[in-house]
T-cell receptor, first 117, second 112 residues
Framework: AQKITQTQPGMFVQEKEAVTLDCTYDTSDPSYGLFWYKQPSSGEMIFLIYQGSYDQQNATEGRYSLNFQKARKSANLVISASQLGDSAMYFCAMRERGSGGSYIPTFGRGTSLIVHP | NAGVTQTPKFRILKIGQSMTLQCTQDMNHNYMYWYRQDPGMGLKLIYYSVGAGITDKGEVPNGYNVSRSTTEDFPLRLELAAPSQTSVYFC???????????FGDGTRLSIL
């Protein structure tokens, strides 16, 4: 089974509207962390937001928020007031403790977001 | 701050050749990672290190080797390059479990 599932290969949104990018995860580690990264067409990886498994509140960073539903193992990224510069690939990632005790990161396949003017 | 520096940025290899992708970070991070990203896909973990002298395999280690003799450097070695290793390679580092990874700009490698 995939540890990180992003079911939306591509998403389109109108400028200034909100968009939700889906991410579900699978882990037996009670102390895990979830990250979202943005990868523009230029190729660099940009950190957006982090949610720890024990965090009581949903994480927010400016126009980014994370809709964390622990029981459903869901960590959707919400981008409010979309901008043309938000067009990029978005990756959900999870950090969990591996069998050797070290923290192992796993990435989803990504969602391509295109913002229309 | 330089952050994570990868060299080279681009490289073309012939089948069977070997090369080393360099990665260095100046943030004193213990954790370092090597990923490959195939077209339209996410990042797959090749090898990782939790500190100098300690390395371990990730999801796709075959055909690669790493070493970590210092905190700063984490080179990735390709032996006997194959076309299936054509990819973009990213190096990343972090201080710990709740902190995001800092990525290098990537190395685009083609094997012909």
């Amino acid at each position: 089974a995939q540890k990180i599932t992003q079911t939306q290969p591509g998403m389109f949104v109108q400028e200034k509207e909100a968009v939700t990018l889906d991410c579900t995860y699978d882990t037996s580690d009670p102390s895990y962390g979830l990250f979202w990264y943005k990868q523009p067409s230029s190729g660099e990886m940009i950190f957006l937001i982090y949610q720890g498994s024990y965090d009581q509140q949903n994480a927010t960073e400016g126009r980014y928020s994370l809709n964390f539903q622990k029981a459903r193992k869901s960590a959707n990224l919400v981008i409010s007031a979309s901008q043309l510069g938000d067009s990029a690939m978005y990756f959900c990632a999870m950090r969990e403790r591996g069998s050797g005790g070290s923290y192992i990161p796993t990435f989803g396949r990504g969602t391509s977001l295109i913002v229309h003017p | 701050n330089a952050g994570v520096t990868q060299t080279p940025k681009f490289r073309i290899l012939k089948i069977g050749q070997s090369m080393t992708l360099q990665c260095t970070q100046d943030m004193n991070h213990n954790y370092m990672y090597w990923y490959r990203q195939d077209p339209g896909m996410g990042l797959k973990l090749i090898y990782y290190s939790v500190g100098a002298g300690i390395t371990d395999k990730g999801e796709v280690p075959n055909g690669y080797n790493v070493s970590r003799s210092t905190t700063e450097d984490f080179p990735l070695r390709l032996e006997l390059a194959a076309p299936s290793q054509t990819s973009v390679y990213f190096c990343a580092s972090t201080t710990g479990n709740s902190q995001p990874q800092h990525f290098g700009d990537g190395t685009r490698l083609s094997i012909l």
